[in-house]
Nanobody, 121 residues
Framework: QLVESGGGSVQAGGSLRLSCVASYSDYCMAWFRQSPGKEREGVGSIATDGSTRYSDSVKGRFTISKDNAEHTLYLQMDSLTSDDTGVYYC????????????????????WGKGTQVTVSS
């Protein structure tokens, strides 16, 4: 089970931190987002060893981390722009690492219900 929280409205240039409580560990975890009329896109992933990958559109602005003791995944989002607006989803797949297809949504088995992020310019 995955439960996201932390979404909201923020002005461009601001920051938000999303959380995802996961009921399991030792999985490849990822954040995806979807804007109206667009396909769901991978934002970033984190493997069981803590290694991370990011999409080019968020690299340098977003940071994924996790707290294994709290079973929580985080997405720190800084320097937000209106292009970052969308519903953000937490996802998990049973894989020790996050392979090259980490940003393919069809490879993930478990999904949260999403949390809305709105960035106003």
């Amino acid at each position: 089970q995955l439960v996201e929280s932390g979404g909201g409205s923020v002005q461009a240039g601001g920051s938000l931190r999303l959380s995802c409580v996961a009921s399991y560990s030792d999985y490849c975890m990822a954040w995806f987002r979807q804007s109206p009329g667009k396909e769901r896109e991978g934002v970033g992933s984190i493997a069981t060893d803590g290694s991370t990958r990011y999409s080019d559109s968020v690299k340098g602005r977003f940071t994924i981390s996790k707290d294994n003791a709290e079973h929580t995944l985080y997405l720190q989002m800084d320097s937000l722009t209106s292009d970052d607006t969308g519903v953000y989803y937490c996802a998990a797949r049973y894989s020790f690492g996050c392979p090259g297809d980490w940003d393919s949504s069809v490879t993930y088995t478990w999904w949260g219900k999403g949390t809305q992020v709105t960035v106003s310019s």
